[in-house]
């Protein structure tokens, strides 16, 4: 009888779950209607029937972020159902939309199937090419120091000052780059009276201050995205590391790992560490007590102190143990979360691509020398073996891994003058075709 009702309920979640499998098409195109619904809605509400514009001026910043995360969370779902509809049409052949026939589930017309897809062509196709130059847009930004002309980025959304550069490198169709100086070209009429006439048609023209004001909304949102960008890089793995050590492993491993049966120490350099404790402990004692001038102890009682030392010592190694296996998987969640959050968030990316770069470019050529310079006498110094070997040392114990010190030499042999060739190689290929000065200023510094 048992055995009836145990069949009869797998039976059942079997078919609940063929017919959901069923009605795959139609339930994903109802829900990438109801997002293009839910777009067109926010269209009508708050932008006239226009596309929603993220660089709009009839709201705030605020208020423009707000749009722009809910467009893109809508846009998400309906790209994502759209292609969830295809691939389940292409599974479901014509055997099981007879099944489906006989198990009473009806499907749409064809008419109204295509009135929907219409519909959510018409709203996301406004979108879907500004979202894909976006991701996939260069950003252009050249020294300051060189004349600024105005530039609008292909999307015609982010724009920014990027300034003439004194060599324009283009892209042929194979894919080669060709550069062509200015200096090759030669006009009618001296560069710096043309330059001369185009600021004054730019001040003359009675759309520049809006156009001025625009520039500074979009730079002042990117600076935005830049920092929010980065401070979630720094904070979502950190707390991602914590909530799953705290929640998830931290739990699993206190549960698996038996308290009195456990390994107190996961390699000999933890054992060795504990030893000395315990022995410098037995000299403290034993200089504290000729230091009161008390009658010597007895061995019984430096064998009580000794032991109950030693229980505090095991504790303590059995809980750095603990966390050192915490730390392994929370590291893993860590860096998943990491790799997450880029993935996710291509276009800000971009944008933080040209942030640092304005930054850089930015400033001045003694500026730009002293920072190479710091970085390489830090990474790749004389000193910086030290530093390596302190960063070394610390990952193996927050791992719980003994230091192996034959492998932390050849590391530091090995990975500083690889990053010291990729700096070499950096400065001769790019920075010295960017900017030969700060390149010279570099090396006058470093000699």
């Known amino acids: 009888m048992k055995n009836s009702v145990f069949s009869?309920?797998?039976?059942?979640?079997?078919?609940?779950?063929?017919?959901?499998?069923?009605?795959?098409?139609?339930?994903?195109?109802?829900?990438a209607y109801d997002a293009a619904l839910?777009?067109?809605?926010?269209?009508?509400?708050?932008?006239?029937?226009?596309?929603?514009?993220?660089?709009?001026?009839?709201?705030?910043?605020?208020?423009?972020?707000?749009?722009?995360?809910?467009?893109?969370?809508?846009?998400?779902?309906?790209?994502?159902?759209?292609?969830?509809?295809?691939?389940?049409?292409?599974?479901?052949d014509e055997e099981n939309q007879k099944a489906a026939q006989k198990a009473g589930i009806e499907h749409p017309s064809p008419s109204l199937v295509?009135?929907?897809?219409?519909?959510?062509?018409?709203?996301?196709?406004?979108?879907?090419?500004?979202?894909?130059q976006i991701?996939?847009?260069?950003?252009?930004?050249?020294?300051?120091?060189?004349?600024?002309d105005p530039v609008i980025s292909e999307d015609n959304l982010l724009r920014v000052n990027a300034p003439i550069p004194p060599k324009i490198t283009v892209q042929s169709s194979d894919n080669r780059p060709k550069s062509k100086?200015?200096?090759?070209?030669?006009?009618?009429?001296?560069?710096?009276?043309?330059?001369?006439?185009?600021?004054?048609?730019?001040?003359?023209?009675?759309?520049?201050?809006?156009?001025?004001?625009?520039?500074?909304?979009?730079?002042?949102?990117?600076?935005?995205?830049?920092?929010?960008?980065?401070?979630?890089?720094?904070?979502?793995?950190?707390?991602?590391?914590?909530?799953?050590?705290?929640?998830?492993?931290?739990?699993?491993v206190e549960e698996f790992r038996d308290t009195d049966q456990m390994q107190i120490f996961l390699n000999s350099e933890m054992e060795e560490e504990a030893l000395v404790q315990l022995q410098r402990f037995e000299e403290k004692l034993k200089f504290e007590n000729f230091i009161r001038n008390a009658p010597p102890l007895l061995p019984n009682q430096i064998e009580i102190e000794m032991k109950k030392r030693a229980g505090e010592i095991a504790e303590e190694f059995r809980n750095e143990s603990s966390n050192a296996i915490k730390n392994v998987f929370a590291d893993i969640f860590s860096v998943g979360a990491f790799i997450w959050l880029l993935l996710v968030s291509k276009s800000s990316i971009a944008v933080i691509k040209d942030f640092f770069d304005r930054i850089v470019y930015g400033l001045s050529d003694s500026a730009k020398a002293f920072i190479i310079i710091l970085f390489t006498d830090i990474f790749v110094g004389f000193h910086s073996p030290h530093g390596w070997e302190v960063l070394l040392e610390g990952v193996s114990r927050h791992w719980g891994l003994p230091a192996n010190r034959d492998f932390i030499f050849l590391f530091i042999a090995t990975f500083p003058v690889i990053l010291d060739t990729i700096f070499k190689y950096w400065i001769f290929r790019y920075l010295n075709r960017i900017s030969p000065s700060a390149v010279a200023t570099y090396r006058n510094m470093n000699e």
């Open 181 to 252: 100086l200015k200096a090759d070209t030669m006009g009618v009429l001296p560069r710096s009276i043309l330059s001369t006439i185009t600021r004054l048609q730019v001040e003359l023209d009675p759309n520049s201050e809006q156009e001025v004001i625009q520039n500074f909304r979009q730079t002042q949102r990117r600076t935005i995205i830049s920092i929010r960008f980065i401070l979630l890089l720094v904070i979502v793995p950190l707390l991602t590391h914590q909530i799953a050590k705290g929640f998830v492993v931290g739990p699993l």
């Open 8 to 31: 009869q309920k797998i039976y059942s979640f079997l078919l609940d779950t063929y017919r959901w499998y069923l009605q795959t098409p139609e339930r994903s195109l109802d829900q």
């Open 114 to 132: 295509l009135e929907k897809l219409n519909f959510i062509d018409q709203v996301i196709s406004k979108y879907t090419i500004i979202s894909d």
């Open 38 to 92: 839910k777009i067109k809605e926010i269209e009508n509400k708050h932008f006239n029937g226009n596309k929603i514009d993220i660089d709009s001026a009839m709201y705030s910043n605020s208020v423009m972020d707000y749009f722009e995360s809910d467009l893109k969370k809508l846009l998400k779902t309906a790209k994502m159902r759209l292609t969830e509809f295809r691939a389940s049409r292409w599974f479901l």
């Open 135 to 148: 991701t996939s847009k260069a950003l252009v930004v050249k020294p300051p120091n060189i004349p600024v």
